[in-house]
């Protein structure tokens, strides 16, 4: 029986654009004009006989299907990435494996790994994600990126990036103001992450402040990092992130800082080389170059966010 076929130029563009929540930052990453994928993504609304997206400015918005279909598109792209690795695997074509957290891949490391594979074509490399910093296996990668105060006992460690937690939100939510103070801040509805590495990250926040965050409702609490970054960018409210995670986001005016205050922790993300990645070929470059991928500004680094 024939497989029935798949508008995959479509479902590209369509998972560009629900990753960016823009259609020209989704041309960028695909190499094609802003208005093709425009139209790539219209046409597959068309086939569908749904709205993806709310077309809201700065940025788009998922409607419910939007959504049911990005989650289904990206366990397809990471079920299709893996078989493609285990068949290189047994060709002898092992590629270094990079277990990191997706909030960190997403934000932080694929950004920067054009740059990496322009100056190394000659290093493969497999990025297999977790939603938690704790859940991983070192037995099954060769890199593992973690977030603490140092890096795993026994094993080869460095620090990528310190911890900079910055109040962001959209400008909708400030209506007009400036950035706030922290007591001004407090009164605002703050969004939590409840994980178990953050769930008093904004009482870190405001330490010294002589300012007491009040206890979140159930509500306005996370789990997830992906979906506590949603929710400060469809305006639910205030949320913690970090430097430079967010400051693509802070250049193009998606995002503005809430307050003035940057707390910096002894806390960071650290690369490890697991048993299973000491000696291999590769696996020491990529964590030098991991840790000063950042020593240089990138074009959105070093510059002031604009506030409406």
């Given at each position: 029986?024939?497989?029935?076929?798949l508008p995959?130029?479509?479902?590209?563009?369509?998972?560009?654009?629900?990753?960016h929540?823009?259609?020209?930052?989704?041309?960028?990453e695909?190499n094609v004009?802003?208005p093709?994928?425009g139209?790539?993504?219209?046409?597959l609304?068309?086939?569908?006989?749904?709205s993806?997206?709310?077309?809201?400015?700065?940025?788009?918005?998922?409607?419910?299907?939007?959504?049911q279909?990005?989650?289904?598109?990206?366990?397809?792209?990471?079920a299709?990435?893996?078989?493609?690795?285990?068949?290189?695997d047994?060709?002898?074509?092992?590629?270094?494996?990079?277990?990191?957290?997706?909030?960190?891949t997403s934000?932080?490391l694929?950004?920067?790994?054009?740059a990496?594979?322009?100056?190394?074509?000659?290093?493969?490399?497999?990025i297999v994600?977790?939603?938690?910093?704790?859940?991983?296996d070192?037995a099954?990668?060769?890199?593992?990126?973690?977030f603490?105060t140092?890096?795993?006992e026994?094993?080869?460690s460095r620090?990528?990036?310190?911890?900079?937690?910055?109040?962001?939100?959209?400008?909708?939510?400030?209506?007009?103001?400036?950035?706030?103070?922290?007591?001004?801040l407090?009164?605002?509805?703050?969004?939590?992450?409840?994980a178990e590495?953050h769930?008093?990250d904004?009482?870190?926040?405001f330490e010294?402040?002589?300012v007491?965050?009040?206890s979140?409702?159930?509500?306005?609490?996370f789990?997830?990092f992906?979906?506590?970054?949603?929710?400060v960018?469809?305006?639910?409210?205030?949320?913690?992130?970090?430097?430079?995670?967010?400051?693509?986001q802070?250049?193009?005016?998606?995002?503005?800082?809430?307050?003035?205050?940057e707390?910096?922790?002894t806390?960071?993300?650290?690369?490890?080389?697991?048993?299973?990645?000491?000696?291999?070929?590769g696996?020491?470059?990529?964590?030098t170059w991991?840790?000063?991928?950042?020593?240089?500004?990138s074009?959105?680094?070093d510059r002031?966010?604009?506030?409406?």
């Amino acid at each position: 029986m024939a497989r029935p076929s798949l508008p995959l130029h479509q479902i590209q563009a369509f998972d560009a654009a629900a990753r960016h929540l823009s259609f020209t930052r989704a041309a960028r990453e695909l190499n094609v004009l802003g208005p093709a994928v425009g139209r790539q993504v219209a046409q597959l609304e068309a086939d569908l006989g749904v709205s993806l997206f709310l077309r809201t400015k700065p940025r788009l918005t998922l409607t419910d299907e939007g959504a049911q279909l990005a989650r289904a598109v990206a366990a397809g792209f990471e079920a299709l990435h893996q078989g493609l690795a285990e068949l290189r695997d047994r060709s002898g074509q092992a590629a270094l494996v990079v277990n990191a957290a997706i909030g960190f891949t997403s934000y932080y490391l694929l950004p920067r790994m054009g740059a990496f594979q322009s100056r190394h074509p000659e290093i493969a490399l497999q990025i297999v994600t977790r939603d938690q910093n704790p859940d991983y296996d070192p037995a099954t990668c060769d890199l593992l990126v973690t977030f603490g105060t140092a890096g795993l006992e026994g094993m080869v460690s460095r620090r990528v990036i310190p911890e900079r937690l910055v109040a962001v939100c959209t400008p909708a939510v400030l209506g007009g103001r400036g950035p706030l103070g922290r007591a001004e801040l407090a009164a605002e509805r703050l969004l939590h992450l409840s994980a178990e590495s953050h769930f008093d990250d904004w009482q870190r926040y405001f330490e010294g402040s002589g300012v007491t965050p009040p206890s979140p409702p159930r509500h306005d609490r996370f789990h997830s990092f992906m979906v506590h970054n949603r929710a400060v960018q469809n305006g639910m409210g205030i949320g913690l992130s970090w430097r430079p995670f967010m400051d693509d986001q802070l250049e193009s005016g998606a995002l503005v800082l809430a307050a003035t205050h940057e707390c910096r922790t002894t806390r960071g993300y650290y690369c490890n080389v697991t048993p299973r990645g000491a000696g291999k070929p590769g696996a020491e470059t990529f964590m030098t170059w991991l840790c000063e991928a950042d020593r240089a500004p990138s074009p959105a680094a070093d510059r002031s966010p604009r506030h409406p």
